[in-house]
């Protein structure tokens, strides 16, 4: 798919959370990682936006690991995030 302006703001909309740990992290994410995403990061970006709160906590947090590999990079930059959060 190829992502519009307005395609992205409804991504950058859905990433507000229930959550503040995870609002923190999508926050810090947006603002420095999100424009540099490619189409195909995008998609899969889209598909993890898709989890439960908690459940998307758990993996921001490295609590549990995801068995869908297409995550994993996505995951490891809001990973990032959480770490700079803490600091």
Known sequence: MTYTQADKNRLRW???????????VFEMFLEHDFEGLTDA???????LLM????????????K?????????PILARLRHWQVVKQQ
Not at 14 to 24: A, H, K, M, Q, Y
Not at 51 to 62: A, K, N, R, W
Not at 64 to 72: H, S
């Open 14 to 24: 859905r990433s507000r959370r229930g959550l503040l740990e995870l609002d923190i």
């Open 51 to 62: 989890l439960p709160d908690i459940d998307l906590l758990e993996l921001v947090d490295g």
């Open 64 to 72: 549990t690991d995801t068995t869908d590999a297409r995550l994993a």
């Open 41 to 47: 990061e995008l998609d899969v970006y889209q598909d």
